[in-house]
């Protein structure tokens, strides 16, 4: 698991954007079940956070995104 992943699994909100700042890069990827940023930020119910990503262009083309079970982030 990234430490983008894990800091939001755990609602780390001012991590996750240092991290992304820092490496714009890394907002796309999964961890070994194909899930991405916002599957964690939904699952862990952090809405503020999953609000305050989803009005970034960079994380809207992630919310289609499936996982190895074929689950979206918002499913």
């Not at 970034?56 to 982030?73: A, C, H, Q, R, Y």
């Amino acid at each position: 698991m990234t430490a983008l992943l894990v800091a939001t699994s755990q609602g780390h909100a001012s991590l996750v954007g240092t991290i992304i700042s820092h490496y714009p890069k890394c907002y796309d990827l999964v961890d070994d079940t194909g899930w991405n940023v916002l599957h964690f930020l939904t699952v862990s119910l952090y809405a503020y956070e999953l609000n305050c990503l989803l009005k970034d262009l960079l994380f809207k083309n992630l919310i289609d995104e499936k996982d190895v079970k074929g689950n979206t982030p918002l499913h």
